[in-house]
């Protein structure tokens, strides 16, 4: 298999692979280290999406800077403080 050529690439595709690992784990049974799995890969992609140079975001950027890191931060931060506050 061949690496995409971007980090930003490669960071999205570490994040879907995050994703999925999450998505098992809320469907075998410990879902509330499913949905932290998932939120924290959305705060990594977002500090990634801080630090990584324009022409190396691939995939990872969707539309400008602030919009990307602000949309998966607030996305990844809500998982796990639902994660957290949810009462089982």
């Known amino acids: 298999m061949k690496l995409p050529r971007s980090h930003g690439s490669r960071i999205y595709l570490l994040h879907l692979l ?8 809320i469907g075998t049974g410990p879902w509330r280290a499913g949905v ?3 939120g924290a890969s959305f705060i ?3 500090a990634a999406r801080t ?3 324009l022409d190396h975001t691939g995939m990872l950027r969707v539309r400008g800077k602030l919009f990307d890191v602000v949309w998966m931060g607030f996305l990844g931060v809500s998982l796990v ?8």
């Open 18 to 25: 995050a994703v999925a690992a999450g998505l098992v784990l």
């Open 36 to 38: 932290v799995l998932i």
């Open 44 to 46: 990594a992609a977002a």
């Open 51 to 53: 630090v990584i140079p």
């Open 81 to 88: 403080v639902l994660a957290l506050v949810v009462p089982s």
